[in-house]
């Protein structure tokens, strides 16, 4: 028969996305007709549209165009927004509600600190991630890598200091790290990757090395859960899904044992959604045993 095993502890939403979807909610019990967001909240689709269902959503072009924002609510995103985010919401007359994850705040914090001490800050991290893109927003001189290749293209700094997207690998990180030792005469590392992406990610590689498949669940756009299906691959036939919809019973066709893992910003309906379809597979009747 085939067993379902949930990764034990850090499977669906950390406690920075717990913290702004909470705000999410509580804005929208207010009696307002629409709470704006300053982006996608969590990156989490199916997640976004429930909170659409309430009634909250993304400030669109087309809301700034029509105006009439005095007074209304804008949430900033979990992953963090730049400073000139927050003072232009706070210009249109917005009532600002901060969901940015403390995690992020005190990376953004940690950048601004190195570079008024003289340092030439660089963010490991993707580029066009919105949490990477407001820590360097902090800085005047800051950049974003993404790559090994590009911190080997680095010039030779006086002082120089990493600090990382708090849901980046911590392999990766560490292999930047040794690279831009070489690059300045005095290096600083003050890359803090997310202690819940950290776990999530020991969890998945014990988990993936003890069963036949997994399925992780979570956004396709969200980091910490691409991440998870990285480090589970090396292991066993990974399969990334946001929602149950996406799974066929041939997909585990000969199977006996499947891990189940989730992002840290995957909501509990959608993995009780997943195990509840495992254990419905006919071919044979999984109990849920925790890793």
Known sequence: MMQVRRAPTYSGFCGGVKRAWNRAIKASQTGEETI??????????????ELASLGVRELSETDIAEGNLEGRTIIMRAHGEGPVAFADAEARGFKVIDATCPIVTAVQ????????????????????????????????????????????????????????QTTVLQADYVDLVEVLRTKADHYEDRGRICGWTLHAQDEAVA???????????????????????????????????????????????????VGLA???STR?????AVISFLEAIPAAVPSLVEA
């Open 36 to 49: 704006y967001l300053s982006g996608k909240l969590i990156h989490n689709t199916p997640a976004m549209r």
């Open 109 to 164: 914090k940690i950048a601004v600190q190195l570079e008024n001490d003289g340092y030439q800050v660089v963010i490991f991290g993707h580029r066009n991630h919105p949490e990477a893109r407001a820590t360097v927003a902090y800085t005047d001189h800051g950049f974003i890598i993404e790559t090994l290749e590009e911190a080997q293209a680095l010039p030779h700094y006086e002082k120089l200091a990493s600090i990382a």
């Open 207 to 257: 988990l993936a090395s003890s069963v036949e498949m997994m399925v992780v669940v979570g956004g396709r756009d969200s980091s910490n859960t691409i991440q998870l299906v990285r480090v589970s691959e090396p292991h066993c036939p990974t399969l990334h899904i946001e929602t149950v919809d996406e799974l066929t019973v041939e997909m585990f066709a000969g199977r006996s044992v």
């Open 262 to 264: 989730a992002g840290a």
């Open 268 to 272: 509990e309906s959608d993995i009780a």
